[in-house]
């Protein structure tokens, strides 16, 4: 199947410093990713459609100044955190569709990065 | 606006045995998918089934297969001889409609499957 890749795993960060978050398609090309949002025992909240080419799309509530996606290549998307407060300490989770995107195509997730601003 | 519904925050089943998840959604769609992805301890998000609702056949995958009533808006998962790898959280999920080209999912709240040797 279809594999996706996060780095990093894990990141403890200072209050006030940005924190970048790397999603890759490993044996596949993706126009679009997805990121989302888990807190503890809660469910998995869409943040924002990531788009090879052009600007990120938005979930209603999420800030698109604190949070700077760029999808900088078919295989590569980044989220960085600016300016990190510690309500923003989370499980953070890419997801892409292998074949170019079509509604109800299935969607292969990255491991996830947990991340910890003090 | 799409919205899922998954009632059982925890379901708990002896190994070997059958348990169902329920799940419902809301729409006013007419051609849509499902599915149902786990997330063990690892938090890996796993696809276990997909649904296509304009077929009629129910989807199967080994072990797992889905009730899906299109009319009463309902997505169960019927987990067969049940593993002590079949622990983890799962969660009913549907796209959201964002006009067209691929979507991200809106995922209900989970159950947490317990497995009992």
């Known amino acids: 199947g279809a594999v996706v890749s996060q780095h990093p795993s894990r990141v403890i960060c200072k209050s006030g410093t940005s924190v970048k978050i790397e999603c890759r398609s490993l044996?596949?090309?993706?126009?679009?990713m997805f990121w989302y949002r888990q807190f503890p025992k809660q469910s998995l909240m869409l943040m924002a459609t990531s788009n090879e080419g052009s600007k990120a799309t938005y979930e209603q509530g999420v800030e698109k100044d604190k949070f700077l996606i760029n999808h900088a290549s078919l295989t590569l998307s980044t989220l960085t955190v600016t300016s990190a407060h510690p309500e923003d300490s989370s499980f953070y989770i890419c997801s892409a569709p292998p074949s170019g995107g079509y509604r109800g195509e299935t969607q292969y997730f990255g491991p996830g990065t947990r991340l910890l601003v003090l | 606006a799409q919205t899922v519904t998954q009632s059982q925050p925890e379901m708990s089943v002896q190994e070997a045995e059958t348990v169902t998840l329920s799940c419902t959604y809301d729409t006013s769609e007419s051609d849509y998918y499902l599915f149902w992805y786990k997330q063990p301890p690892s938090r890996q998000m796993i696809l276990v089934i997909r649904?296509?609702?304009?077929?009629?056949q129910n989807a199967t995958e080994n072990r797992f297969s889905v009730n899906f009533q299109k009319a009463a808006k309902s997505f169960s998962l019927k987990i067969s001889d049940s593993q002590l790898g079949d622990a983890a959280m799962y969660f009913c999920?549907?796209?959201?409609?964002?006009?067209?080209?691929?979507?991200?999912?809106?995922f209900g709240k989970g159950t947490h499957l317990i497995i009992q040797p």
């Open positions: 999920a549907y796209p959201l409609n964002s006009g067209g080209g691929a979507d991200g999912l809106t």
């Open positions: 044996d596949f090309q993706a126009t679009t």
């Open positions: 649904q296509e609702a304009y077929k009629q």
